[in-house]
């Protein structure tokens, strides 16, 4: 059955520090929006300069940062912030280690409650590709198998019926994303987006920017 995206809104990219200015597409007014920021992936990668980078972008466009590391955290203090900020945001990184993360803490139920009750999701890499129903598609893109000793299955968040495919044809995941496209395209539903490009999703509908 077709997932319906009614309420429903998302950002989703390979790199925000390139799609920042399409944000506006959903709140004409960002200024003051509090932002729940999970770097939560990101922490167990060499490079994450990404990070750094969308901070950037979020305080240049005014709006304020609340870090949120999942792995870190307190359920409390994970329950708190995401609920009671306006948008959150998943940065790139590890998926498998995000997604274990999000699913010892319950992180993942409630990013899902929050987004279908309307609040904005932005993720960024990792953070657009763990959206989908199940993240084993994302193997030819990262290593999992350091991180996986708690992950008892690979389902992610199902908030869309399509598996984004971030930095395509872009350094340096040139290779690994035309394999993933070329394995899975026959059998998901995928959507393949450049650093320059954005998925949308609003209301009932979904398109690239």
Do not use: W
Request: charged share 30%.
């Amino acid at each position: 059955m077709k997932k319906t995206y009614q309420g429903k809104k998302l950002f989703l990219c390979s790199s925000f520090a390139d799609v920042a200015g399409l944000l506006n597409i959903f709140e004409k007014n960002l200024k003051g929006k509090i932002v729940t920021f999970i770097p939560t992936g990101s922490k167990v990668e060499k490079i994450n300069f990404y990070v750094k980078d969308a901070k950037k972008e979020l305080e240049k466009a005014g709006m304020i940062i609340d870090i949120l590391d999942i792995s870190q955290a307190e359920k409390s203090e994970i329950v708190k912030k995401i609920k009671n900020n306006d948008f959150i945001y998943v940065s790139g990184g590890n998926i498998f280690y995000l997604l274990q993360e999000m699913k010892k803490t319950g992180a993942d139920e409630i990013i899902v409650e929050e987004v279908n009750n309307g609040k904005l999701y932005i993720g960024e890499s990792a953070g657009a590709m763990i959206v989908s129903e199940n993240i084993k598609y994302s193997g030819l893109m990262d290593d999992g198998t350091e991180y996986i000793s708690e992950l008892k299955n690979l389902n992610s968040l199902n908030l869309v019926d399509f598996y984004t495919v971030p930095h395509y044809r872009c350094f340096p995941f040139e290779e690994s994303a035309k394999q993933t496209v070329e394995k899975y395209k026959d059998k998901l539903n995928i959507i393949a987006i450049n650093n320059s490009q954005a998925i949308i999703v609003k209301d009932d509908k979904f398109e690239i920017k």
